[in-house]
C-alpha cells in the first residue's frame, strides 16, 4: 500500500530539547554507551540503563516521529504485514542502530533510503547501515515486518485479540511486539498510524482522523497524533466495529469505539464521560489532548489501560451487572485522569510510576468520595493500615523492586496505586488543601506533552508551598517503614499475618484477599482487575494491576 512517512521537520525543536535533558546518567549508562561504535564486535542488545528493565529502549538517538502502517489479513490468528519508519535525530555518532523488536520477521531495512544490514540480539533488532551516522542528523529507519497477534511465548501484551479482531495493551514493555521502535517512555513521539482491513472492519487509532481510502475490498484508515505518545500508550482498534460520537467540555470531540451489537447496552456509560472530563479539568485544568474516548473491546484481559487519547476497557465490565456503578465510574475516571498524569506528563523512568499510579488512584478516590460520598480518609486510613506490608513486598513508592524474571508487568503493585496515593495524601495533610491543589495544577502545566522525574515533583512541590520538604518525601518516598500521618497519629500499622478480612467497596487490600466487588487496591487502569469468571462470582481476588 502507497507509504508516505510524516515529515520529521516539524519535530525538530522538540527533539533537542529532549536530547538537552536527558542527561541523567542512569539513562545512558556508559557501559552501553561504548558499543555504539564497536561496528567490528558481534551484535548485543542495549537499553537507555532503566533501574527497572535496563535493556528496554537504545541510546543514540530521539525518535521524532513514527509512521506505522498495519495490513489486517482478516483473522487475528495471522500475521499483520507492516512497515515502520521512524525518523529521528541522532545524539551520537552510530556504527550500528539499535531498536527494540522481539515478535514479529523482519523482511528488510533501509536507512535514508539505502539497504542496511539487520539481525537480532536478545530483543533488539541491530541495523547496520552502509554508512555510519553522525551525531546531530536527522535519519529515517523503514522496517518492513510481519506483526504477529498471537501472543510469544512467556510474554504479555503487545496485541489484545478481542472477540472480532485486535485492539493493544502494550504497558510496560510490549510495545516491541508489535512494532519496532524505542520503546522506553522517556523518548516521545508523534505517531502516523494507517491500518488496511477489509470491508466490514472499522480501525481506530490514537489521535485524529486523518483521512480514508478504500480499494479492492478493502479499506485504509489513517490517524495522527497532535500531541507527543510513548510507545507504551499506543492503542490500534481492529473490528466489527462502532465509533459513536459526541462532545466534551470546550467543543472537545468525544469519540467511543464499541462492538456495534453492544452500541444500546454501553451507550448509559459512554455518555457519563464529558461530565467527568469536566471535573477533571475542575481539578487540574483543560484536558491535555485532542480526542478522547473510550475503546471498549470484546475480551476479558484482566485489566482497564490509559492508552493516549482511548483509553481501553473490557466491555463486560460495563454490561456484566457485579460492581456498583460508583465504582465502574471510578474506574472511568482513573484512566482519564491518567490523560494528565501519566500520559501528557510521562515518568522519566520506570522508578517514576508512582506519579502516574499514585495521582490517578487518588482522583478516582476523589470522586468516588465526592460523587459517591464514599470517604476518601477511610481508604487512605485503610491503605495507611497495610503501606509496611507493601513496601516490604514491592519496595517503598518511588524505589520499587525490580520484576521477577519474565513477569515485567509486576511492577504494577498495590504500593504504586493505594500506597501513592497515601503519599499525595500525606502530602495534603503537611502543605495543605490550597497548596496541595495548586500543585497540581501547576505540575500537569508546566510538563504537558514531555516526560519528568520524582525529584522535579519533589522541587516542585517546596517551590509551591515554600517549604523544605526533603525529609518529608525521603519517608514516604524511600522509606522502608511508612512514617507517621500527618495530623492522624492514632493511624497504625496493620500487624503481619492477621487473618484477612472482607473490605468494604472502595477500600485498600491487599492482593490475595478476598474482597466484594468494588474493594481497593486499585483493580483498574493501568492495572490488574477481576474479569470473566471472577467478575461473575459475588467476590472478586484482587491482583497486582497493570
Given amino acids: 500500500m502507497p507509504h508516505t512517512p510524516h515529515a520529521p521537520g516539524p519535530a525538530r525543536p522538540r527533539a533537542a530539547r529532549t536530547r538537552r535533558r536527558r542527561t541523567s546518567a542512569a539513562l545512558l549508562a556508559s557501559a552501553v554507551s561504548v558499543c555504539l561504535v564497536a561496528a567490528s564486535a558481534p551484535a548485543v542488545p542495549l537499553g537507555v540503563g532503566d533501574r527497572l528493565f535496563p535493556y528496554l529502549g537504545n541510546p543514540g538517538y530521539d525518535v521524532a516521529a513514527y509512521d506505522l502502517s498495519f495490513v489486517y489479513p482478516g483473522s487475528n490468528s495471522e500475521p499483520l504485514r507492516a512497515v515502520t519508519t521512524i525518523d529521528a535525530w541522532t545524539t551520537a555518532d552510530l556504527d550500528r542502530i539499535n531498536l527494540d523488536f522481539a ?205 493516549q487519547t482511548l483509553s481501553l476497557f473490557e466491555r463486560e465490565l460495563f454490561t456484566e451487572p457485579v460492581y456498583p456503578p460508583w465504582y465502574v465510574e471510578s474506574i472511568m475516571v482513573h484512566e482519564l485522569a491518567h490523560q494528565w498524569f501519566g500520559n501528557s506528563v510521562g515518568p522519566r523512568t520506570w522508578s517514576d510510576l508512582w506519579l502516574n499510579e499514585g495521582h490517578a488512584t487518588w482522583y478516582e478516590a476523589l470522586y468516588a468520595e465526592e460523587k459517591a460520598g464514599e470517604p476518601l480518609q477511610d481508604r487512605m486510613k485503610a491503605a495507611y493500615g497495610a503501606s509496611d506490608r507493601w513496601r516490604a513486598a514491592g519496595g517503598p513508592p518511588a524505589l520499587p523492586e525490580p520484576p521477577e524474571p519474565g513477569r515485567k508487568i509486576g511492577i504494577f503493585r498495590p504500593v504504586v496505586y493505594d500506597g501513592s496515593a497515601l503519599v499525595l495524601y500525606a502530602l495534603r495533610q503537611e502543605i495543605g488543601r490550597p497548596a496541595f491543589e495548586r500543585l497540581q495544577r501547576e505540575w500537569v502545566g508546566r510538563h504537558q506533552d514531555d516526560t519528568a522525574t520524582t525529584e522535579d515533583f519533589v522541587r516542585l512541590a517546596a517551590e509551591v508551598s515554600g517549604r523544605d520538604l526533603d525529609a518529608f518525601f525521603q519517608g514516604w518516598l524511600y522509606g522502608e517503614k511508612t512514617p507517621p500521618m500527618p495530623g492522624h497519629p492514632d493511624w497504625k500499622q496493620e500487624p503481619a499475618g492477621q487473618p484477612e478480612s472482607v473490605a468494604k467497596p472502595g477500600s485498600a487490600v491487599e492482593p490475595g484477599s478476598v474482597a466484594k466487588p468494588g474493594s481497593g487496591g486499585s483493580a483498574r487502569g493501568g492495572g490488574r482487575a477481576v474479569s470473566g469468571a471472577d467478575r461473575r462470582a459475588s467476590a472478586a481476588r484482587q491482583e497486582p494491576l497493570r
Fill in 103 to 307: 515478535h514479529g520477521t523482519v523482511e528488510s531495512v533501509e536507512v535514508d533510503g539505502d539497504p542496511a544490514q539487520f539481525r537480532t540480539a536478545g530483543e533488539d533488532l541491530v541495523i547496520t547501515p552502509e554508512d555510519s551516522v553522525s551525531d546531530g542528523k536527522w535519519v529515517r529507519i523503514t522496517v518492513r515486518h510481519t506483526s504477529d497477534p498471537v501472543p510469544a511465548d512467556g510474554r504479555e501484551g503487545g496485541w489484545v485479540r478481542t472477540g472480532d479482531g485486535l485492539a493493544m495493551a502494550n504497558q510496560a514493555d510490549a510495545a516491541h511486539l508489535v512494532f519496532p521502535c524505542n520503546d522506553h517512555p522517556s523518548d516521545k513521539a508523534m505517531f502516523t498510524v494507517r491500518v488496511t482491513a477489509p470491508d466490514g472492519y472499522t480501525a481506530v487509532a490514537n489521535g485524529l482522523p486523518a483521512g480514508t481510502h478504500k480499494a479492492g475490498g478493502s479499506t485504509t484508515w489513517t490517524y495522527r497524533t497532535h500531541h507527543p505518545m510513548a510507545t507504551e500508550l499506543t492503542q490500534v482498534s481492529i473490528g466489527r466495529s462502532t465509533v459513536l460520537h459526541r462532545t466534551g467540555p470546550h467543543g472537545l470531540p468525544v469519540r467511543d469505539v464499541v462492538p456495534t451489537q453492544y452500541r444500546a447496552a454501553l451507550e448509559s456509560w459512554l455518555e457519563k464521560t464529558p461530565a467527568q472530563i469536566a471535573w477533571m479539568e475542575d481539578k487540574v485544568g483543560r484536558y491535555p489532548f485532542e480526542v478522547y474516548g473510550l475503546l471498549m473491546a470484546d475480551a476479558s484481559t484482566g485489566f482497564e489501560l490509559e492508552t
